[in-house]
């Protein structure tokens, strides 16, 4: 079974320029959550789609940020204008979570570190 | 304010050694995991906990739910053992979102052949 896909899994931007990453989550995992990791802390939620649908982006900045989930499989998180307080990983993570379960085990993507300069 | 802490921070080891991390929370929870993450960023889930305990080959994960502390263990530990090691939860109510897990800083280890 293939694992999360992500890319690019580095980049390099100059702070006010803009980013894209892609995810391309697990197949058939309805639920794709995208994670904020800054050098030294746990990963943070930035977003959880269940399905093309939002569950929560409550902690998404989206002055800057935005992400989408179009067909319900593949998602693009993108950054416009960078900060510096934006360089960190950015991982994807999917499970098969369903509404009105409990609890399911996410699969991690390798990451997208990004520098902002 | 929901946190989970984990301890201790970081963690060097011999090789050989038994290794405990453990992780504190502060309300009920409905899950909890713990995840090995390797240089690179590369995030594994190693254990879904929400009683008791759980073992796989060399890695033991106890979760206690009165006292709302977890450890994980490493017996016989094991340079490929270096890894970050996080310990994250899912509340049993966070803004009502469903399945929503809040991390850890981590616990860095390093194994000393």
């Known amino acids: 079974e293939a694992g999360v896909a992500q890319s690019p899994r580095y980049k390099i931007i100059e702070k006010r320029q803009s980013v894209a990453f892609w995810c391309n989550p697990i197949s058939g995992h ?41 067909k319900g499989v593949d998602s693009t998180l993108k950054i416009q ?17 369903r509404p009105g379960q409990g609890t399911d085990t996410q699969y991690f993507g390798p990451g997208t570190r990004l520098t902002v300069l | 304010k929901n946190e989970v802490e984990q301890s201790p921070q970081n963690l060097t080891a011999q090789e050989g050694e038994f290794i405990t991390i453990n992780c504190s929370y502060s309300v009920g929870i409905s899950a909890l995991h713990w995840l090995q993450q390797h240089p690179g960023g590369g995030i594994v889930s190693l254990f879904m906990l929400s009683s008791g305990k759980k073992k796989h080959g060399r890695l033991i994960a106890t979760i206690n739910i009165q006292e709302k502390h977890s450890s994980l263990h490493i017996t016989a530990s094991h340079p490929r053992d270096s890894a970050v090691y996080i310990c994250a939860v899912r509340y049993s109510y966070y803004g009502g979102s469903q399945g929503n897990l809040i991390f850890g800083k981590g616990t860095k280890l390093s194994v000393k052949p």
């Open chain 1, 30 to 70: 309805a639920t794709l959550y995208w994670y904020q990791q800054i050098l030294g802390q746990g990963p943070k939620l930035l977003i959880q789609f269940q399905n093309n649908g939002v569950v929560d982006d409550s902690q998404l900045p989206k002055d800057r940020f935005s992400a989408e989930r179009l």
């Open chain 1, 81 to 97: 204008p960078a900060k510096l307080e934006d360089s960190a990983v950015y991982l994807c993570a999917s499970s098969s979570l």
